[in-house]
T-cell receptor
Framework: AQRVTQPEKLLSVFKGAPVELKCNYSYSGSPELFWYVQYSRQRLQLLLRHISRESIKGFTADLNKGETSFHLKKPFAQEEDSAMYYC???????????FGKGITLSVRP | DTGVSQDPRHKITKRGQNVTFRCDPI?????LYWYRQTLGQGPEFLTY????????KSRLLSDRFSAERPKGSFSTLEIQRTEQGDSAMYLC????????????FGPGTRLTVT
C-alpha cells in the first residue's frame, strides 16, 4: 500500500533563510507526487507536481527514486510562505490522494 | 465564486443525530472526492464518484456513512447516529478526471459531535 511520510510537524525559520520540507513515500510503481499548501483561512490548493518540473512561488521539488523522497525546497523563505504543507501521492491517474500528516512552516520576520 | 462549495461550513450536533453535508463541485468536473481531516492529520480519503457512479469507498467509511451523487453534479454525505469520533473537517474536492489531474478542494464542513 502507498504511504507518505512527513517526518517533521513544524519548521520555523527566519525570513531569507533556506527551507526544506521533507517528504518520503512508499509506493511500488512509478509515483506521481504533489505538494499541496493551505494558507491561513484558505482552502487546500495544489502548489506543485512532480511531473511538471516547475518552480512555483520559488519552490521546487525533485523526485529522488533512490531515496524515495520528494522534498520541497526554497532558497529564501518569505513571510507569506507561512502555511501548512502536505505531500500527496495518487496511486494512479485520476484517483484518490494519499496525504502525509503535513508540516507547518512558520517564517519569522 | 466558481470554485468547489460546501454547505454548511460548520455543524454542531448531538451524539446519535444524523447529519448531511452537501458539496457542489466545479461545473465541468466529473470526478468528486470526499476526504476527512482530523486534528494533526492530513486529509484521509473516504470515497469518490465519477459522474453519478461511486467508484471507490475507503474502509474508513463505516455503515453509518453514505454518499450520493444522484445526477452527477452535487453530492451529499450523510452520517447516521453520529459519534464523537466523527468530529472532523469533511473536505470535498473535484477534478476533470482526465490526464494528470488537479483536485480542487472546497472550504470544508467542520463537524462537532457533542
Amino acid at each position: 500500500a502507498q504511504r507518505v511520510t512527513q517526518p517533521e510537524k513544524l519548521l520555523s525559520v527566519f525570513k531569507g533563510a533556506p527551507v526544506e520540507l521533507k517528504c518520503n513515500y512508499s509506493y511500488s510503481g512509478s509515483p506521481e507526487l504533489f505538494w499541496y499548501v493551505q494558507y491561513s483561512r484558505q482552502r487546500l490548493q495544489l502548489l506543485l507536481r512532480h511531473i511538471s518540473r516547475e518552480s512555483i512561488k520559488g519552490f521546487t521539488a525533485d523526485l529522488n527514486k533512490g531515496e524515495t523522497s520528494f522534498h520541497l525546497k526554497k532558497p529564501f523563505a518569505q513571510e507569506e510562505d507561512s502555511a501548512m504543507y502536505y505531500c500527496a501521492l495518487p496511486p494512479g491517474a485520476n484517483s484518490k490522494l494519499t496525504f502525509g500528516k503535513g508540516i507547518t512552516l512558520s517564517v519569522r520576520p | 465564486d466558481t470554485g468547489v462549495s460546501q454547505d454548511p461550513r460548520h455543524k454542531i450536533t448531538k451524539r446519535g443525530q444524523n447529519v448531511t453535508f452537501r458539496c457542489d463541485p466545479i461545473s465541468e468536473h466529473n470526478r468528486l472526492y470526499w476526504y476527512r481531516q482530523t486534528l494533526g492529520q492530513g486529509p484521509e480519503f473516504l470515497t469518490y464518484f465519477q459522474n453519478e457512479a461511486q467508484l471507490e469507498k475507503s474502509r474508513l467509511l463505516s455503515d453509518r456513512f453514505s454518499a450520493e451523487r444522484p445526477k452527477g453534479s452535487f453530492s451529499t454525505l450523510e452520517i447516521q447516529r453520529t459519534e464523537q469520533g466523527d468530529s472532523a473537517m469533511y473536505l470535498c474536492a473535484s477534478s476533470t478526471g482526465t490526464g494528470l489531474y488537479e483536485q480542487y478542494f472546497g472550504p470544508g464542513t467542520r463537524l462537532t459531535v457533542t
